[in-house]
């Protein structure tokens, strides 16, 4: 196989050319890390070095062999390090596997290198500072979204089909609708995060991965999601294959709520066409659309999130210093980690219990939302992908309020689907200017089945696989030569 052609085939299609031995777990591995270093030297979007050899796991299991990667944040691979984008955590290598990294191990995928993220993964856009800046794909000199925009920028430039992301605020959707990739977020207590935590940032995290195609995301799906022994939250596991099975199914007369923003933070006009134009092609296919939006006090959700994300991040630096030198960590931080860190530290129960009290009910009225629309129809971000070093988390003076508002101008629509565990997808319908346009789709609870078979229509009706960007895979001079077992790696400029 030419490095051409494996850029240009998903997960699903991989596995099956290894089931008929038309190429070996070897051969991927290869072909997968000569991608990943070719378009990593204009990405910035590995973390560390690219694997040198497959896994031993990834000699059996349903997608045994098929390239991966981690986001180096939360999910743990023993002896892989897991540094989070700091400074303060460099160096740190997981003693052991999360439940979900023992999924991915059981699938036999093979992970060929970790992805950067923005430091405790809390900002828009991937740019930490002991790294470099993730870039997009479409646009070298714009964002790949964050937090997970190392893996969303890999995706879409071919170099793998799919690969790790989690979402505490909008980390899996912002990235894949900037990058035009595909990016679930599931419902809570679908996805096992322990057994090192049992309710992430106050339930808001979920973690899943990024992918080029709904029929990928459906059969990842399947292979990961049911609750672990112990989990606080529990989602039976479906029957074998049930998520794929929806992808063939053709739902009718779903009502669907659309909204293209607040009227203080609405979308930019080319965003909020495109989920005008998606509304418009769901009617066409016999679902009921009407604009509509569940009520969110805005203040009070404002102060829930600085709230949840302040105490995280301060707990997370209180674990790691021991009550030791936190002056010294605290200078090893970026100014918005520092700022949300001075914050969190001086919180009472009475704040966490009062944003906890606000997080229930907004939980319960959206549900009540969801039973009388089926579906919610709104933008993933305000704008397409935005320049390089606009969203400065290092900016001195920076106060925690202030960065916690300006991450939700940037992406006001992706949070409260954090806050109230529903799923939410993000798929690349459109594109303006040269630049990814996603939509979000959000249901209740547990119904991801509903929204894959959605989302596999919106690809058929609106097919985005053919669309290539100007950093690719398939575009290197080189080709691989599996048969030597390793990867020739030419020398290229950056473009």
Not at 171 to 196: D, E, H, N
Not at 415 to 436: E, K, Q, W
Not at 454 to 472: D, F, M, N, T, Y
Request: glycine fraction near 10%; proline fraction near 8%.
């Amino acid at each position: 196989m030419e490095l051409r052609e494996y850029a240009h085939l998903d997960a699903t299609a991989l596995r099956n050319l290894v089931t008929r031995r038309e190429v070996t777990p070897d051969e991927l591995f290869a072909l997968a890390r000569a991608a990943i270093v070719h378009v990593d030297a204009i990405l910035g979007a590995v973390v560390g070095d690219v694997f040198d050899e497959p896994p031993a796991h990834c000699a059996s299991g349903a997608f045994a062999g098929v390239p991966f990667a981690l986001k180096d944040l939360m999910c743990t691979a023993a002896g892989v390090p897991n540094e989070n984008g700091s400074a303060l955590t460099a160096g740190h290598v997981a003693s052991g596997d999360s439940d979900l990294m023992a999924r991915w191990r059981a699938a036999g995928l093979a992970v060929v290198c970790r992805t950067s993220t923005p430091e405790f993964g809390f900002s828009a856009t991937t740019e930490p500072v002991i790294g470099r800046a993730t870039r997009n794909p479409w646009n070298p000199d714009r964002v790949a979204g964050g937090s997970s925009g190392g893996s969303a920028a890999l995706v879409a430039a071919g170099a793998l089909p799919w690969a790790h992301a989690n979402d505490a605020g909008g980390s899996i959707r912002t990235p894949a609708a900037l990058c035009g990739v595909v990016g679930l977020k599931p419902s809570r207590g679908l996805i096992p995060p322990g057994p090192g935590a049992d309710e992430p940032l106050f339930g808001l995290t979920a973690e899943f991965a990024v992918t080029r195609t709904v029929r990928d995301t459906a059969a990842l799906l399947d292979l990961v999601h049911g609750s672990a022994p112990g989990d606080r939250y529990h989602l039976p596991r479906r029957a074998p294959g049930e998520f794929v099975a929806a992808l063939d199914r053709r739902p009718r007369g779903l009502r669907v709520a659309v909204s293209t923003g607040p009227p203080g933070n609405p979308a930019d006009p080319a965003v909020a066409s495109e989920v005008v134009r998606v509304a418009g092609l769901l009617a066409e296919l016999g679902h009921h659309v009407e604009q509509a939006a569940p009520e969110v006090d805005e203040e009070r959700f404002r102060d829930l999130n600085l709230t949840f994300w302040s105490a995280s991040i301060a707990d997370t630096v209180r674990t790691l210093t021991d009550g030791r030198d936190v002056e010294g960590a605290l200078a090893a931080l970026e100014s918005a980690t520092a700022a949300m860190v001075r914050h969190g530290w001086p919180l009472r129960w009475e704040d966490v219990s009062r944003a906890r009290a606000y997080q229930h009910r907004l939980t319960r009225s959206t549900a009540d939302f969801l039973g009388r629309f089926d579906l919610i129809l709104t933008p993933v971000t305000r704008s397409t992908a935005w320049p390089i070093g606009e969203l400065d988390a290092n900016r001195p003076g920076i106060g925690a309020r202030e960065w916690v508002d300006t991450l939700s101008r940037y992406s006001p629509f992706t949070a409260v689907h954090n806050v109230t565990g529903n799923p939410a997808i993000s798929v690349p319908t459109g594109m303006c200017d040269g630049l990814p346009v996603g939509v979000q789709l959000a249901a209740a609870s547990g119904r991801e089945d509903l929204l894959l078979a959605v989302a596999a229509h919106l690809e058929k009706a609106s097919p985005w696989q053919g669309r290539i960007p100007p950093v690719h895979a398939s575009g290197l001079p080189a080709e691989v030569r599996p048969d030597r077992g390793s990867a020739e790696i030419p020398q290229t400029e950056g473009r």
